[in-house]
């Protein structure tokens, strides 16, 4: 049930195609486009470089939110994005992601995993009672 709930989440981050992820640097927002997701293990992942701002923010202040619309409908989805190394979650995302190749790889130093703990999903729409998922 819970399960079923993140690959909803992650199915509508893949039909969006972008979203925007906001972290937090001291009292300042930070918002950029990402279009990246993955499940594995029951853990929703994004993916971004160790070099990037949005990283070093995330290092220091682990709260972040991704907004993302399609088809109508909008999601806000709310947590904290906590690294993981495991090889494995970063080749399955290379091989989701092919195109990611051009730019990363499992053992450059650089790629990296977040998963959401935590976390909050809320699907709204005009019209409709927003539908809440927890995992
Ligand atoms: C459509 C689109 C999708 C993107 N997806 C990602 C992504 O999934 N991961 C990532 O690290 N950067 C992605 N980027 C690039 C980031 O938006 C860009 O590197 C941004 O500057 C990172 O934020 P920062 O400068 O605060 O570190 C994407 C850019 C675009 C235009």
Redesign the pocket.
Known sequence: MENKGIEKVCAFLDEA??YY?A?VEGDQP????????LISGGRLY????KV??????LAANPKAEICAMSGGRWLRLTGELVEDDDRAVKVAMLEK?PV?AHMYGPDDGNM?MLYFKNATATFSSFGAEPEVISF
């Not at 930070?30 to 997701?37: D, K």
């Not at 990037?52 to 923010?57: G, P």
């Open positions: 195609g972008t992820l972290t930070r918002v950029r486009p990402f279009g990246t997701a994004i993916q971004t470089g990037k701002s949005v990283s070093r923010q992601m990611l990296q």
